[in-house]
């Protein structure tokens, strides 16, 4: 059977630089690669929800694999959660978690707690409130990245419909979670006792006596937020009754790949960040097409380079993608099939905006029954003339089945 890849530089696209007379990172870089795909292939822009509307990684993937973020995407807690390893089942609400520092007022006076990381006990500190008990509800709790962490809360009615504990701004108190419907009355008890508990254990964690004793802020409290319920999904393999894996760096992507039943695989040198390993990543997708149906590979790297408005950086970045997807076409042989892939950014972060935008991205379609078009190189404007005009990312894996030969025919 055919293979389907889909290779997405995060945040790839962008719009005109000042710097680059009006050229975006795109245009300047160089991608050999990319151009020949292009060149041999069909090109296009894609609206990652429609015209205008700013996607998160999250919504932008959610959309891409064919889900329609509108009716699944019900929060980054749940998310968040999965991707740290949590397990979110139907009925249970999710939060993402910052490790923060209060006074002894209870005002918050750091949100990352002195930038505490994995290596400093949060995953001791985690681990504190993992499996405790609260009015019948029992919280689960895991470390993510950083000084982030996701929680998550299984038990009878509860409700995401209530405000966060993280006030949002350094400065303020820690906030008292509220009902924001009817019936989420507990569900906001329980957040409240919890955030109690958390604050009295970390208080006594040898993880903060040191950090005190080094002069650090300790990580005497979490705050909550981004409160979401598991959505009901239809997982991929039974949705397209294909087997799909996902070769991706960051939490939340993970988070969606995995929630959605997509196997995870991991490149062991890809680091989700300017070192990782283009070569990782490119040998992982390769042994992952040889198994799987359908593969989606996500490079992290530019979108760092658009949030931190560092155009030499995003280049960079863009080229490491592009050294990625040369180890990927140069790999094709070792697999049996026929590969189709589509070559696309989640969304745009362009360097001047320093955030996501809702602009449109530059894709191509590739493969062996492609009807090539003009469209010599990637990049936003050389993709606005392809032959695939202007579509939606709910396009992608209508477009990708038809040319593997497994979408079903509609009609007689
Ligand atoms: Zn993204
Ligand atoms: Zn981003």
Redesign the pocket.
């Known amino acids: 059977m055919a293979k389907g890849l889909i290779i997405i530089g995060?945040?790839m696209a962008g719009r005109g630089v000042p710097e680059l007379n009006g050229r975006t990172t795109l245009e300047v870089s160089k991608t050999p690669n990319m151009d020949r795909m292009a060149k041999e292939g069909i090109c296009g822009i894609a609206d990652p929800i429609s015209p205008g509307v700013r996607p998160?990684?999250d919504t932008?993937?959610l959309a891409i694999l064919g889900y329609d973020p509108y009716k699944y995407y019900t929060g980054r807690g749940p998310f968040e959660a999965i991707g740290a390893g949590l397990e979110v089942k139907p009925g249970d609400v999710a939060f993402r978690m910052n490790f923060a520092t209060i006074d002894r007022n209870g005002i918050v006076v750091d949100r990352r707690a002195g930038r505490i990381q994995e290596s400093d006990g949060t995953a001791e500190l985690a681990g504190l409130i993992n499996g405790i008990e609260i009015d019948g509800v029992r919280v689960y709790c895991r470390q993510s990245t950083a000084h982030r962490g996701a929680v998550v809360l299984r038990g009878e009615g509860l409700s995401p419909e209530i405000s966060d504990t993280d006030p949002h701004r350094e400065g303020m108190p820690v906030m008292k979670s509220k009902p924001l419907s009817e019936g989420a009355e507990k569900t906001a008890e329980v957040v409240n006792k919890l955030t109690e508990v958390i604050a009295e254990m970390f208080s006594r964690s040898p993880v903060n006596e040191s950090r005190k004793n080094e002069g650090k802020n300790p990580a005497n409290i979490a705050l909550l937020r981004g409160a979401g319920a598991a959505p009901h999904v239809e997982l991929f393999e039974k949705k397209y009754g294909i087997k799909g894996s996902a070769v991706v760096e960051v939490g939340l992507?993970k988070g969606i790949a995995r929630y959605l039943g997509l196997e995870l695989l991991e490149a062991p040198a890809a680091t989700g960040g300017m070192d990782t390993s283009p070569t990782s990543m490119a040998e992982t997708t390769i042994r992952a097409l040889s198994t799987y149906d359908f593969v989606i590979t996500n490079m992290?790297a530019p979108?760092l380079g658009g949030h931190d408005g560092d155009f030499e950086m995003k280049i960079k970045a863009i080229e490491m993608v592009d050294e990625m997807v040369g180890f990927i076409i140069g790999g094709l042989s070792k697999v049996e099939d026929d590969v189709h892939i589509i070559v696309s950014a989640?969304?745009a972060?362009p360097t001047t905006y320093m955030d996501?935008t809702g602009d449109f991205v530059p894709l191509i379609v590739w493969g062996p029954n492609v009807v090539s078009d003009s469209v010599s190189n990637y990049s936003e404007r050389a993709c606005m003339g392809g032959g695939i005009c202007r579509i939606r990312f709910a396009d992608y894996l209508p477009i990708l089945f038809n040319l593997m030969g497994i979408s079903e025919k509609f009609g007689a």
Request: hydrophobic residues 15%; glycine residues 16%; negative net charge.
């Open positions: 995060d945040g998160g990684s932008a993937h992507i992290k979108d989640d969304h972060t996501h």
